[in-house]
Structures are given as structure tokens and as C-alpha cells.
């Protein structure tokens, strides 16, 4: 059986690598999601939307994990990710964290945010909309 912070880990992972309706089931009504423009700072209703237009990651590696437990039903997680999308020959490198809230019994997240580490990939500090040809 996996410990809460596993499963906060295993949730987090499903967040880059899981489209809009698992965007949709595991974010609270009143979440907010900062991106690198051009998606910017967006509700929940217009994050969903965003994941579901954009090509899914294919993979992600998260390093220099922390965990702080900000009150017995609110935790953030903190770390650097690199994720990859299939098709792209780049590497898109954040520095990301996530809080966690729950309630009734039920963790879902209600606050994401992502910079861009430019000086690991290189980037021009935007990221495009990439859509299926």
C-alpha cells in the first residue's frame, strides 16, 4: 500500500501524462494553474481546456522532490521536472509545485505552477500549443 506522499507522487506524475478528464476529476472546483505563457494564469474550466488542446506528455521525470505538509489536509509538493512530448526533439524543463488539499476525504489538487528552467533547456522562455497534425 502506497503512502500518502506516494500517492500525492503517483497523482502528480498522472497530471503530466493524463489529459483533460483526469485534469477535470482531480482538480478542484476553485484551482488555479500558472503556466509559461501563452497559457498564463488559468482556472480550473480553462486548464482543463488547455490540457485537452495541447499533445499530451509522453514522459516526465521529476528530481529534487520536497514535500511540506502545510496543515494536516494541505500539502505542496516541489520539484524540477523534464518531460518530452512524442514528436518533439527537446526536452521541456520546469521548475513545478502542486498543492494538495482534502476534502471529504478525497486529495485533489487546487494550485499548480511551473517556471521555466532556462538554464536547463536552453529555451526561449515560451512554449508553443502543439497540436495532432
Keep these: ?66 514535500v511540506l505538509r502545510l496543515h494536516d489536509r494541505i500539502i505542496l509538493l516541489a520539484y524540477n521536472a523534464s518531460a518530452h512530448r ?3 526533439l527537446t526536452t521541456y524543463r520546469v521548475l513545478a509545485s502542486s498543492v494538495y488539499v482534502n476534502r471529504d476525504g478525497e486529495w485533489r489538487r487546487t494550485f499548480h505552477q511551473q517556471t521555466l528552467d532556462e538554464v536547463l533547456s536552453g529555451s526561449t522562455g515560451r512554449f508553443e500549443l502543439l497540436k495532432e497534425p
Excluded at 480550473?44 to 506528455?57: G, K, N, Y
Design 86 to 88: 512524442r514528436k518533439e
Design 1 to 66: 500500500m502506497l503512502t500518502l506522499e506516494e500517492s500525492l507522487w503517483d497523482m502528480e506524475q498522472k497530471f503530466w501524462l493524463e489529459g483533460g478528464d483526469f485534469h477535470a476529476r482531480n482538480l478542484t472546483d476553485d484551482a488555479v494553474v500558472l503556466l509559461p505563457q501563452p497559457a498564463g494564469v488559468l482556472a480550473r474550466d480553462a486548464a482543463v481546456a488547455w490540457v485537452r488542446e495541447t499533445l499530451p506528455w509522453t514522459g516526465v521525470r521529476f528530481g529534487g522532490r520536497r
